[in-house]
């Protein structure tokens, strides 16, 4: 089945600084790449993807890219502020639809 | 909100008991997934339907079964319950089989005492 690794496993920034988190994939076939950002007790919410015939996507401060030959995947969230602090999951799946989460990434942004 | 709704929130309960959570999707969504998160095993998928029919089977023990009924909510049902099955329940749903994004419910947190 699918792996997905995901590095860091936490993250601390200055607040208005950039923070990456990047994840690996072992399944080519593998073609959506979702983040979810899941605070404390709540949902995880989806706040990009990024599809296989895409390297790279941008939503306001955060961006994803996709290398399909190196099979990673990163997210970047520039000028980070506060309620950006949470736990952020990579995941990818393929035809059968079903999600591969890595292990998540706790950010906290320094005031 | 993600328009998907989840209940109980929480529910505590015995070793060897039986529990029963609900999902209902997003209107219009036909496909609804379950996933537990564990504080050691993190987001797991456990199983998929879709428009009633199961769709994807993941690390679901056996302890542990899903339907989907015509109104196409969901229920997860978890048996014979041990220590080790505490942990956050999520449902998500999407609009259908191909369109791969996912949209979670708040969650049912179980307890296993």
């Known amino acids: 089945g699918e792996n997905v690794e995901q590095h860091p496993s936490t993250l601390s920034v200055q607040e208005g600084d950039s923070a990456v988190i990047k994840c690996t994939y072992s399944?080519?076939?593998?073609?959506?790449f979702p983040w979810y950002k899941q605070e404390l007790g709540k949902r995880p919410q989806l706040i990009i993807d990024i599809r296989s015939n895409v390297g790279e996507k941008k939503d306001q401060r955060i961006a994803v890219t996709l290398n399909k030959t190196a099979k990673h995947f990163s997210l970047h969230i520039t000028e980070t502020q506060p309620e950006d602090s949470a736990v952020y999951f990579c995941a990818a799946s393929k035809r059968d639809y079903k999600l591969s989460f890595g292990a998540g990434t706790t950010v906290t942004v320094r005031a | 909100d993600s328009g998907v709704t989840q209940t109980p929130k929480h529910l505590i309960t015995a070793t060897g008991q039986r529990v029963t959570l609900r999902c209902s999707p997003r209107?219009?969504?036909?496909?609804v997934y379950w996933y537990q998160q564990s504080l050691d095993q993190g987001l797991q998928f456990l199983i998929q339907?879709?428009?009633?029919?199961?769709?994807a089977k993941g690390n679901i023990l056996e302890r542990f079964s899903a339907q989907q009924f015509p109104d196409l909510h969901s229920e997860l049902n978890l048996s014979s319950l041990e220590l080790g099955d505490s942990a956050l329940y999520f449902c998500a749903s999407s609009p259908r089989t191909g369109n791969n994004e996912q949209f979670f419910g708040p969650g049912t947190r179980l307890t296993v005492l």
């Open positions: 209107s219009g969504d036909l496909s």
């Open positions: 339907y879709y428009n009633g029919e199961e769709r």
């Open positions: 399944d080519s076939a593998s073609n959506y």
